[in-house]
């Protein structure tokens, strides 16, 4: 199952670098730097809600058993 997770991670950061060129470089001048600055902004918080959601699982699995929750 873990590496459906890494599969994902690298999709998506290499999704998410393909559409910050495409959208750098096409359709960026159409907007104001405030919207381009927003636009940026909300594609990295899409990115970290679906790589976040896939790696909740995981981190509730091992979490405790490799970090601060051992004692």
Known sequence: MEEKR???S????IGWL???ILWLFFYASD???Y???????????IMV????ASWASWGIKY????GK???
Do not use: H
């Open 63 to 66: 979490g405790p058993k490799c």
């Open 6 to 8: 890494v599969s994902l």
């Open 10 to 13: 690298i999709i998506v950061s």
């Open 49 to 52: 809600a679906i790589l976040g």
């Open 18 to 20: 393909v559409f910050l």
């Open 35 to 45: 919207e381009n600055i927003a636009i940026v902004v909300v594609s990295i918080l």
């Open 69 to 71: 929750g051992k004692k």
């Open 31 to 33: 907007f104001t730097v």
